[in-house]
């Protein structure tokens, strides 16, 4: 995996808090690397990508209303890192009104 860090360096430092897979350099977790039908290099589309590890049950709990299945996870959370433990997008206006009205305060 260390091989990924050779363009980029910056990513395992980027955010105040970074993503596990990212913390351990296992990138190909969620990239399929110089290759993919998805946005990002990812191996699969979100939330594919993100219930390898996380539970949709969890996932839930965390949010207001239903998700809706049109949106995806990366819509507003970074897979990279974040400011915090839910690696939300760093601009409150990018993200879609269901989570600026998340139950879990901020």
């Known amino acids: 995996e260390d091989v990924c860090l050779n363009c980029h360096s910056n990513v ?3 955010h105040a808090v970074m993503h596990g897979p990212v913390v351990n350099n296992a990138c190909r977790m969620c990239h399929s690397p110089h290759s993919s039908a998805v946005p990002h290099l990812l191996k ?3 939330p594919a990508v ?3 590890c996380h539970e949709p049950e ?6 207001k ?3 809706d ?3 995806s996870c990366i819509d507003c959370h970074s897979g990279h890192g974040g400011t915090d433990h839910k690696l939300l997008l760093a601009t409150p206006a990018t993200r879609p009104a269901l989570l600026r009205e998340s139950a879990v305060p901020r």
Request: glycine fraction near 0%; proline fraction near 19%.
């Open 12 to 14: 395992p430092t980027q």
């Open 44 to 46: 699969q589309p979100a």
């Open 50 to 52: 993100c219930t390898q």
């Open 58 to 63: 969890s996932m839930q709990l965390m949010h």
């Open 65 to 67: 209303q239903p998700l």
């Open 69 to 71: 299945p049109k949106q």
